[in-house]
């Protein structure tokens, strides 16, 4: 896939060959554009969260979102160091990325963390694309940035799914007790 402008724009000495290079530089700019429509996701979330647990979900969403914008540095900057321009504008993430927009009928906090585990799942499976391109491409210093980003945002991935899936157990124990069956509850 190609971003946009050409990928390679500036010199780069690093000893990988060029068409490798355009390629990682094309991984990297996915992932960051991903980065940052998520971030912006995740603020969205925090802004507007509504409901019981309001203050810890407000502040979990920030965490994540302080992350995101971590992980689109490191990426934007990768990018450049292999001789690539790094897309990492707020137009050029909407382009290029990957993530449908957000639910922007959630309000209540079950609402932004299903919306939210959905967008982290995604962006999770295309690192984990990134990383096995890069991996193809012979360069270890990417793999090993993508596999740390990955790492962390699987971690993230549980905090948000915990909260649904403790909702789920009360429900299934609410359900039990009322001898009520549940659709697809094992
Ligand atoms: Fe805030």
Redesign the pocket.
């Known amino acids: 896939m190609t971003l946009g402008n050409a990928d390679m724009k500036f010199t780069s000495h690093v000893n990988l060959p060029a068409d490798a290079r355009e390629d990682l530089i094309d991984v990297l700019n996915v992932n960051l554009a991903n980065a940052v429509d998520l971030h912006w996701q995740v603020?969205q979330a925090?802004?507007n969260i509504r409901g019981k647990h309001f203050i810890s979900r407000?502040q979990l969403f920030?965490s994540l979102a302080d992350h995101l914008r971590t992980q689109a540095d490191a990426m934007a900057e990768r990018a450049g160091t292999l001789g690539g321009y790094a897309e990492g504008t707020i137009r050029l993430a909407a382009k290029n990325s990957q993530l449908p927009e957000y639910d922007l009928q959630a309000v209540d906090g079950d609402a932004h963390l299903s919306a939210l585990v959905d967008r982290f799942a995604r962006y999770a499976a295309s690192i984990r694309d990134g990383i096995q391109r890069s991996e193809a491409l012979e360069d270890p210093v990417t793999v090993d940035l993508l596999t740390q980003t990955l790492g962390v945002v699987e971690l993230d991935l549980w905090f948000l799914e915990s909260h649904l899936q403790g909702d789920a157990r009360t429900t299934a124990n609410r359900s039990r007790r009322d001898d009520v069956q549940l659709p697809g509850n094992a």
């Open positions: 603020k925090h802004w407000h920030d």
